[in-house]
């Protein structure tokens, strides 16, 4: 028998969910240390509106600032789930 060899966390605990029985893929009951929910970052402060004395190229500047926290924003909750889904994976491994 081989090993399998999983790139991701999802992969791994697919791999795990689909190999059980139809009977053990309920969902498992909270025990009594579960994973912690961790809230999304809050934005830090609002971006600048724009007047109608505003040059085009402040625009552009307040719209690429927009743009990067926004992006910076989506990464860290992209890796908070990522997190989460490996402490899944790992608790779904022991069960």
């Known amino acids: 028998m081989t090993s399998a060899r999983f790139d991701t966390p999802q992969d791994c605990a697919a791999n795990i969910f689909n190999n059980r ?8 009951t909270p025990q009594a240390s579960p994973v ?5 970052p809050t934005p830090t ?6 007047s109608s004395s505003t040059s ?7 719209m690429i600032l ?8 989506t990464r860290a909750s992209i890796q908070t ?3 989460q889904m ?3 994976a790992m608790q779904l491994n022991q069960a």
């Open 21 to 28: 029985s139809p009977q053990q893929r309920v969902a498992p």
């Open 36 to 40: 912690p929910h961790v809230p999304a």
């Open 45 to 50: 402060a609002p971006a600048p509106t724009p």
């Open 56 to 62: 085009l190229e402040e625009l552009v500047r307040m």
């Open 66 to 73: 927009q743009n990067m926290q926004v992006q910076q924003e």
């Open 81 to 83: 789930m990522r997190n």
């Open 86 to 88: 490996g402490k899944m």
